[in-house]
């Protein structure tokens, strides 16, 4: 600011971490054989959903070492997200402890997820454990853009930003906003595993 002494910010801005963890192959191929397992003795659950299944949100309760990793990264993605809005701590500093919840979703060709938004907590995400088959352009996230004053300045504006699903990501996002699941279509299986993460107490 030439001339004037002030600061620039962002106001009401959306984070979204994007963290990769294709370099744990091994924890990867050992959630799938869980979700596969866990879905292959408990049919699941199908709200918001079509052609996929839906595990009940307990999977972090699981022993596996692979759980336990899942878990940290989850933990890790509210922790940095808590450090780049300047939240999760108490008034002396010291760091509120976080909770969290997982889920899978295992999409069938066709399957999609309607859109949506997290409740009851604060930040959510998604880690993609297996999405090799997938067609070019299908299976994607969407973020709808929270901006609707934007959306009905600029109607020929895409209101939706679109990340291509690959092995190992991991978004983490504030649970209000709006996202879904594009259609899917491949010779595979979409795996993914959803989260909420929460402050505990």
Known sequence: MSGARGTLQDAWATPLLVAHHDDA??????LRNLVLERQAHDPGLTAGIHRAEKTKADLL?????????????????????NAHVGSGTRPDGTLLDMVAEAWAVTYQPGGLHHLHAHHDSVWSGVLYVDV???????????????????IARHPHRNPMTSITPTPG?????????????????????RISIAFNVGFAG
């Open 61 to 81: 309760r699981r022993p596996e070492p692979a759980i336990a990793q899942l878990q940290q990264w989850i933990l890790h993605a509210g922790d940095a997200l």
């Open 25 to 30: 192959p091994d924890t990867l191929t050992d």
């Open 132 to 150: 090799d088959g997938l067609d070019p352009g299908t299976g994607l996230v969407e973020f709808l853009d929270p901006r609707t004053a934007a």
């Open 169 to 189: 990501l991991l978004l983490a996002f504030p649970s209000w906003l709006q996202h879904w699941v594009t259609p899917y279509t491949g010779a595979g299986r």
